[in-house]
């Protein structure tokens, strides 16, 4: 039997997902939760096989709880299943150790197919982010340019100008026109590309390279 966790803030679709599983007698739904902190604490009390995780929920990123939770469980696989397909989302969600992404507009007869690959071990990555993903490995590998020059996107800059500027999340989000989730997701990925933990890190780094006054991203 393959254990599986769902991790998803809304009712209908769960209902939905617990239908479409119950169909593969393998499959063996040993919890539903609806929160990041809920699916860390279930994933280490249940140990499933996999946790079918939405991107974004109620008390934050589904990738921030990907790492906590491969962190206590390693065994346990992670497969994003969510509405949200920009490459930045996708690429953190690899980067923090899923083994699959999908979107939530895929069919009942591919996800029963995903989950089963995940459970065994391997990867479900639609080709557009193992692009994405093998690029990054390649410059991440080649010679490391001067810091000033950090591989962020023009949205990814902004952001990490206003944690330079000690704005919240909040702060940032209603400067920028974004959610609390968005800016969530953008600082993941961000953290990623400059392999930094803290905001602190991320004010420091930009203020000492003064990239404010050297670097102006396209607007």
């Known amino acids: 039997m393959i254990q599986i966790l769902l991790v998803e803030d ?7 997902l617990k239908t479409i599983l119950a169909q593969n007698p393998q499959f063996n739904i040993v919890g539903e939760v609806g929160t990041c902190e809920e699916a860390k604490q279930e994933a280490v009390r249940l140990q499933p ?39 930045d989302s996708m690429l953190a969600a690899v980067l923090a150790g899923a083994s699959g992404y999908l979107l939530k507009e895929v069919s009942p007869d591919r996800l029963t197919q995903a ?18 993903v093998k690029e990054w490995v390649n410059k991440k590998t080649q010679p490391q340019a001067p810091a000033k020059k950090w ?20 702060e940032i989000g209603r400067f920028l026109g974004l959610s609390d989730k968005t800016v969530r997701n953008y600082l993941a990925t961000i953290f990623e590309k400059l392999r930094i933990t803290r905001r602190s890190q991320a004010a420091t780094m930009f203020t000492k390279q003064n990239l404010k006054d050297s670097q102006t991203p396209d607007r």
Request: glycine share 8%; hydrophobic share 35%.
């Open 151 to 170: 591989d962020l996107s023009p949205q990814q800059f902004r952001v990490l100008e206003q944690v330079a500027e000690g704005k919240t999340n909040k």
């Open 10 to 16: 809304h009712e209908v679709v769960r209902i939905g």
């Open 115 to 132: 989950i089963e690959m995940v459970a065994e071990g391997h990867s479900i990555l639609d080709q557009g982010v193992i692009e994405k």
């Open 49 to 87: 096989n996999v946790v079918l995780m939405d991107l974004r929920l109620p008390d934050g990123s589904g990738v921030d709880a990907c790492r906590d939770i491969l962190q206590t469980c390693p065994k346990t696989r992670i497969l994003f299943l969510t509405s949200y397909r920009d490459e």
